[in-house]
């Protein structure tokens, strides 16, 4: 039972309501723990956002949708590679081994397997993001998103399997991308955009040598920023000039870009993230993949805090599946800003009722390379 907070808003005494990971996968405050003085800054420089228990949450469940295990051990399986290659592979030299490939395409199963149960996901996946881990995390994001996809248009598995693998490796170009350009805090200039572009290119150089996987998850890395009205890069494709996976993973790349947490900023709520896309169907992006995706995830993850339309502040405690829209709230303060009973409102039954925004923190102005 928990919600979610800005990590700026935590202080000693909260309690913690879902265990925190390192960069290593190891635990570094478990569940339970009582919030001390000493942890709030590591915290805070780690963590966007997190989850405690307090009186208000009674009752509301945080669903994992993808058991952290699995998660930890896709994303210690893509650092340890990511590393190597970094260090001791130059663009012609990579390869990857036989073994690995195999690896990577059981985990894509794996993962595929506990999309195919979920109806709609719940869960903000974004949340463990932290400073040292976000380029793995986007990475698995973007290939459930893919996958959840990909599933929703009745892909064979063997398809989804190989959608899984393009997207976990979309951006593998970026590993030979210089740092400073790749890490710069602010904006890009001309060239060093033009530099950043370039991992398109040389992610599909990649890994269209390595014999064990399929053409088409080199395609996945060559495609992913092209763009339906042929705006993208890098061969400004066109409509159907780019494939299928292409177009889905581009839908899902974005929609994790904008809702990832990033220390000391939170992401957009999903909500926010599909209207961006919807407003840019057809030019940019293919309305069916959009349509689809906008049914499988949920709009407002349980726990997250909202404002309504006549000014009090609520956390949303489950979602109605028909009605992604329109949730199940649990009002924590009224238009003053002081505490309240917890009633709950259902906003299928309340029409006048909207959410008008997500949560102060909220900061609209991303990038997305
Ligand atoms: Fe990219």
Redesign the pocket.
Known sequence: MSRQISSSLLRPGMRLGRTLYDEHGRVLLSKGVEIREGFIDKIQKDFAVVYIDDEVTEGIEIKEAVPMELRLQTQSMLRTQWELWKNNATLDKVSIDRHLAKSMRDQMKNLLSIIQGTTILQEDLSSVATYDNQTYVHSINVAIYSMIIGVSMGLTENMLVDLGLGAIL??I??IWVPVDVLNKPGKLTADEYEVIKK??DM?HEVLVKQHELSYLVAHC?YQ??ERLNGSGYPRGLVGDEIHLFGKIIAVA?VYDAMVMHRPYRRGMLPSEVMEYLYSRVETEYDLNIVALFSKKVSMYPIGTEVKLSDGRTAIIKDTNPNFPGRPIVRIIQNERGEATAHEEVNLIDHLYLTIVNAHDGAIMDFFI?
Do not use: E, L, R
Request: no cysteine; net charge negative; hydrophobic share 15%.
């Open positions: 979309h951006d170009g970026k991992h398109a992610g890395a992913h920023h790349d390379d």
